[in-house]
């Protein structure tokens, strides 16, 4: 079990000034299989010291012995034992805030009655200035309908809640936009459509986030022919520019040239299909493909594939590509000399990346180091910025380019949190837009700061 997938408790412990207590006390946690991770002092006299010390488990079994073992100890005290994670979530992770701090008369009249009424007078006779005079400019709707979310799949919408609020906090925080959670009870195709097309006036882009294949596919294209905003399946696109990244520097480093490379796609679901359409695209040839679904396959070779199987693609590809949720399909046997393996599949991937690395792989990476937070708020902002219509595959193309070239030497991909890196990618979408004449706006205002 990788760390990612550990049971986490703080435990806050008290024990006596004596020397070896605090090792013992975590002797009696390895002991039991846990593992620990910080270690904070919290207060200190002659007595005695508190700590909090953050354990790790496998699973609620093994915490309670490590719990038990940790009270065993002499001299050991246990005060409390906190879930930090959901302490985290308590009452939800984002907020709306005012911009402007309404304590007198004045204020109240600018920003409401009577004041107001000349904005919307303005709007209402020029609608495009609702770009310049409302939030709108900034609005970005995460919307769900719960059915593929993370690597736990249809919890339904309301349990993805979670997921949603992480993504606007990460818009907001490297890029600037604001995310705006929306849950849809209805896994209807029509009515998630409609209902997405009637709320579009409040946004400047649609992000579709964890809906199901092949539904998802249906979604976003019925609403990109509807509206005339953006709209983004993170899935599926933001998946395929960031793993095209990995791929790219992956091939660098292993002296593969990615051109020329046989590549294979086990998994054609949202994130299998449109990374191999992005590969094709970029390497100008076919991409070899499997799944269990036939209509995957068609959807595949209709988007000009080769219909393989996973012991081919094993036996033939240069670099292998894994988006199937299926834990431990890759067996190291299977694993040939010089591969490069990606297992995308979270939280469990198809082989852990040490395993593949001792079968022969040259490079071998999982979901966990291909994160799609490099991708999606950068693209978002300089679609958003340029007021496209939509994004167009060379603009994905272009953050794809942008994030491999951005990376130092020796990574797979950069740090996800370099706001450079996420200016950098904004830029590279807005003026490609720009270059394919998409762009209804010459005032980038994230990219020019």
Known sequence: MTWENKIMRTVRCRNPQTRGTLAKLLMAIADEGGTVGAIRLIKESHQAVVRDISVYADDDRQLGNILEAMEANPGTRILAVRDEILELHQQGKIAIRSRYKIDNLYTLRRVYTPGVAEVCLKIAEEPSLARSYTAISHLVAIVTDGTAILGLGDIGPTAGMPVME????????????????????????????????????????????????????????????????????????????????????????????????????????????????????????????????????????????????????????????????APGLIKPEMVREGQIIFALSNPTPEIEPEIALEAGAAFAADGKSVNNVLGFPGILRGAVDTQVPYISHAMYLTAARTIADLTKEGELVPNPLNKDVHKAVARAVAEQAIKEGLARSDFVSYVDD
């Open 166 to 325: 992480g993504k606007a906090m990460l818009m907001e925080s490297l890029v600037g936009l604001s995310g705006v959670p929306i849950l849809l009870d209805t896994k209807d195709v029509d009515q998630i459509v409609d209902t997405v097309a009637n709320i579009a006036p409040t946004f400047a882009a649609i992000q579709l986030e964890d809906i199901s294949a092949p539904r998802c596919f249906e979604i976003e294209t019925q609403l990109q022919e509807r509206l005339d905003i953006p709209v983004m399946h993170d899935d599926q696109h933001g998946t395929a520019v960031v793993t095209t990244a990995a791929l790219t520097n992956a091939c660098r480093q292993s002296n593969i040239d990615i051109k020329k490379a046989t590549i294979g796609q086990t998994g054609l679901g949202a994130a299998g299909l449109a990374t191999s359409q992005m590969l094709m695209s970029y390497t100008g040839n076919p991409v070899l493909g499997a799944d269990l679904s036939q209509e995957a396959l068609a959807r595949f070779e209709a988007a000009g594939g080769i219909k393989s199987g996973l012991e081919e693609i094993m036996q033939k590809a240069d670099v292998v590509i894994a988006t199937t949720g």
